[in-house]
Each structure stands twice: as C-alpha cells, then as structure tokens.
C-alpha cells in the first residue's frame, strides 16, 4: 500500500492551510470583534452605573431622614413635610440627565416592602404611602439588610415604562438611625440604541475582514504548501532514521527557512546521538529537557496544616459518592484561598493540607500571608458547611496550626522521582499544633515566633506554653482570633483579659490568675483554654509546682 491510498479522503495541505488560516483569520475578527462590543459595553453601562450611584447616593444624603420619618400613613400626604419630600425628589428627578423615577422605599412591620414618596405627578402611576413594592431585586432586599453605601443593579430591566437601571442608596436620620431607601430609575434607551448600532458596524467590519482573509489565506496556503511538503517528506525520512541527504526549499517565509534550520540542526543532532545510543532510543532523546535535581536550602517559612475535626465520622456517615463530592468543594475551597495568598500548597495527607510560604520564591511577610489565608479558609469552610447542613450533610469543622522558622526546603527524593517539600522541626511544630486544637478546643493555633512577626496585624490570645511529645522546650502558643482592622472593643477587652491571666499565672498568683480566668468564662463560657487555666489554678493553690516550674505543659500525645 502505497503513501498515498493510506490517507484517501483526508484534505490536501494547501486545502488545509488554506482552511486553517482562513479560519483563524474569521475567528480572531469575530472574537476581536465580540470582544471589543462587550469591552465598550462594559464601559458605557458602567459609565450609566456610576452616574446614578453619584445621582442617588448624593440625593440620599441630602434628603432629612427626621422629615421623612414623619411620613407614616396615607393621611400625611396632605401635610407640608409630604409635599416637602416630593417637592425635594422632582427636583432631583428633573435636574439629573435621563432620570424617570425617583421615590423612597421602607419595610413595614411585616418586613414587606412599601412606598413612601414618589416624585412621579401622574396619579394613575403614582404610588402613595403604604402601595405595596411588588418588584423588589436581591439588591434592594440586601440594602435593607445592610443599609451601608449605594447600590446599582448590575442589569437593565425592561418594563411597560422602558428600559431601566436602578439605584438605591440609604436614608439615614439626624442621630445615624437607618431610615428608608432613596430609589432611582434611569432610562437606558439611549445606551441599547448606541448598543444596537455599534454591534451592526462591528459585523461589517468583521465581513469584511472575512471576505480579505478567505483571499489571503488561499494565496499563503500556495505558497506555505509546497515547501512545507518537502519539509513532511524529509522529516519521514528522518522517522525511520535516513539522516542523509537535505532537500533543496525556496521560501521567502521566515519561518519556514526556520523550521528547515531547525530538520538540519535535528538531523545533524541525532547523527550524533546515533553514535552513542541505540537507533530506537533515540526518538526518546529528542523529548528530553532539563529535569529537576536533588538538592535543598534552608529557609525561614510559615507552614501550614490544617485537617479536618471527626473527619473518621464523617467518612462513615456519608457514601463514597457524597463524600467525594462534599471533599473536593472542601478541597478547592481551601487550596483557592490559599493560592490567593501566595501559598505553596505542598501535599493533600487525606483530609490534612499543608502548605507554606517562603519558597520557592522568597517572601517577606509570609507569617502575615499564612495567618490571613487561615482567616480566610475558616471564613470559606464555614460557608460551605452551612451549605451542607442544608443539604443534610455533616458540617466541616477546620483545625489550623501555624508556625514560622528554618525549615530544609527542596528537592527530595531520588534521581527518578522528586518532589519538592519543606522538612524539620518548623514544619512538625506546625502539623502538631493542628492537632493540639482538639485539645484546647480552639481552631487556629500559632506559634509565638508566627505571632511576633504578625502582632501589629491581627489579634490574637496566649493559650498555653506547651512542650509537644518528643521535645522538653516550651513553646508558647496563641489562638488567631481575627485581623485588628475587623477586632470589636469586645475582642480586644477578652484578649487583654486573657494576657493578665497568663501573666498572673506565671507569676504563681494563682487566686488572682483562676480569678481574671473566671472573668473571662463569664464572657465566653464554653472557653476551654480558661477552664483548663481555672483547673491548673485550683490544683496548684492546693499543691504548688516545684521551684523550678516555668509553666510548660508536657503532652503526652501527638
């Protein structure tokens, strides 16, 4: 059988060149195209987005929340603060470019929501104080539940009276107290004609270019083909290793003069190999490339562990189906967080994650990155487990430890398999401290070494000084309770109440420590680590550590 009968049906190289780069000639214009339609449309809707945000939001604050408060039935329309109001929303309405409806918003005791003032002078389309609001969006319902900052839909919404963008921003009274919502309605008319027209020019263009490309390509597919045919004869000699002989090609294209180059170095390159290797190995040389080596540094990192708390239970409450499922939303829920901030996630340990920051590539405030992704991911799991407590499905409860040293990173393994982790006592401290959690009943645990270089970032309490099975040294340990630009007074007070217990403690005064202790049980009385101090307190007024005593707590466990 002969080259040729082989490949019957199959389309010449001209016909495929030809096809190909027309085809990408039609698709980059159209994706061109598209591409800059949804760019300008992007750009003029947010254009008309910002504009109402200004129009509403400044609106809103100029509107007297009191007077508006005052407005509670449809008898007060005939009073003078109603006529006031609406007075004040036409100007705003008649004033402001392409604004149709202006008019204010409250919940009732119900939480439905209703109108208050409208500026519209139509009294058939009118709404008075107390007509229900029968459309209210997701927005509107999420400016109600906090009614902070301005709101604008995100889509148009056409109706009987048009094609519209609203706006919402809140009404607040003298004293702060929430009021109402300010609603405003632009016409987007305008911006779908402007739309409409420039799509159509943007298809034009794009015949256009389709018509020129189909031309185009037929002429380079030509002139492509036939040296391009000479190069696929050459290289077939090269497939069953004829390395002699080169194929005289004319070409005024660049990058086939490129590509022939490129036969000639090869050939030239596996004569040479054919010298030391057998022929049929040689095919596997050509795919070969720098490989990773042995080797490893060391380094200052914060590592990270975290694993799942009951995860055994878990696992046999649910199917392998669901439990597959439920891990994987888990898992990337985790690792898209910490790849958010810069983490190498190193290796999944069956529901444990560990991951650190500081290498490869060097950075500064990796203890800061480590502490804020474990925010994060407390944040995000918790979200997900409310979603499977809908669904019926056990929660996820995350366990975190942290701790910032020199770690030995690289390489490890042998010549043929490689992977690259980071080893030594920061790294075990951190997978220890995930597990201490179940001990003290926390859910993010850190070294002092990780707290002193985040302290002036993010608020956390002292736990206990503790010596992990294996090591006789201490090691204080703290609890990541939150980042200080989101710590409440609350937050700080039981943070500083927890500082001068564990003073008080390490001084021996035990009645004062197991008092300030008490204290903060009063605050949080499901505090495991202040019980576990009121218990050592209590035990050691009755029988008083040795002298040389320097509150390490010895586990026993891992």
């Known amino acids: ?120 002078e139509n009294p058939k389309e009118a709404s008075h104080i107390g007509d229900a609001y029968e459309e209210a969006s997701s927005l509107m319902h999420e400016a109600f539940r906090r009614p902070h ?50 799509l159509l020019m943007i298809c034009l263009i794009c015949l256009g270019v389709c018509v020129l490309a189909v031309s185009l390509g037929a002429i380079l597919a030509r002139r492509i083909s036939r040296p391009l045919l000479l190069l696929e004869a050459d290289m077939s000699r090269i497939q069953a290793f004829d390395l002699g002989g080169s194929p005289i090609i004319r070409s005024r294209i660049v990058e086939v003069l490129r590509m022939k180059t490129a036969v000639e170095n090869m050939k030239s390159g596996l004569r040479s190999f054919k010298k ?25 990192l914060s590592v990270f562990f975290s694993d799942i708390a009951g995860f055994t239970s878990i696992a046999e409450g649910l199917s392998p189906e669901l439990l597959a499922q439920n891990m994987g939303v888990y898992f990337e829920a985790m690792t898209g967080t910490l790849l958010g901030q810069k983490a190498t996630v190193d290796k999944y340990i069956g529901d444990a994650i560990m991951a650190f920051w500081g290498a490869p590539v060097p950075i500064e405030d990796h203890a800061l990155l480590a502490c804020r992704a474990a925010l994060q991911c407390q944040r995000r799991v918790d979200k997900i487990s409310a979603g499977f407590i809908e669904a019926g499905f056990p929660p996820f409860v995350t366990r975190i430890g942290i701790n910032t040293g020199e770690a030995i990173v690289g390489n490890m393994g042998y010549k043929d398999r490689l992977s690259y982790t980071a080893l030594g006592d920061t790294v075990n401290l951190a997978s220890r401290l995930e597990g201490l959690n179940k001990h003290y009943g926390t859910r993010i645990l850190i070294t002092e070494t ?71 049980l009063q605050v949080r009385p499901d505090d495991q680590p202040a019980q576990m101090l009121v218990e050592r307190c209590v035990a050691y007024e009755k029988a008083p550590p040795p002298p040389d005593w320097n509150g390490v707590t010895i586990m026993q466990e891992k």
């Open 450 to 520: 990780t707290y002193d270089k985040v302290r002036d970032e993010f608020v956390a309490r002292p736990v206990d000084i503790v010596a992990v099975k294996g090591k006789n040294t201490g090691v204080k340990i703290y609890e990541l309770l939150v980042e200080k630009d989101g710590a409440g007074q609350d937050d700080l007070a039981f943070v500083s109440l927890c500082e001068e217990g564990m003073r008080l403690y390490l001084r021996r005064e035990w009645a004062k420590a197991e008092e300030c202790f008490r204290t903060v």
């Open 149 to 198: 900052g301005v709101r604008v839909e995100k889509q148009f919404v056409t109706d009987r009276w048009g094609v519209f963008l609203s706006g919402y921003a809140p009404i607040f009274k003298k004293n702060g107290e929430f009021e109402a919502l300010l609603g405003m309605d632009i016409t987007a008319q305008k911006v779908f004609d402007y739309e409409r027209h420039y």
């Open 276 to 300: 030391y290797v057998p022929a049929e190995l040689v095919a596997e040389l050509i795919r070969l490339r720098k490989e990773a080596v042995l080797g490893a540094q060391k380094r200052e």
């Open 1 to 120: 059988m002969d080259h040729d009968s082989k490949h019957t049906g199959w389309l010449t190289l001209p016909i495929s060149l030809g096809t190909a780069l027309t085809g990408i000639a039609v698709l980059t214009s159209v994706m061109l195209g598209v591409t800059t339609f949804y760019s300008v449309r992007s750009f003029v809707r947010q254009g008309v987005q910002d504009r109402l945000a200004d129009a509403v939001g400044i609106a809103a604050l100029k509107l007297d929340g009191d007077l508006h408060a005052t407005l509670r039935n449809r008898g007060d329309e005939n009073t003078a603060a109603y006529q006031e109001v609406r007075k004040y929303l036409r100007t705003i309405r008649d004033t402001a470019k392409n604004i149709r409806f202006v008019y204010t918003v409250r919940q009732d005791k119900q939480g439905k929501m209703v109108f208050v003032v409208d500026a519209e």
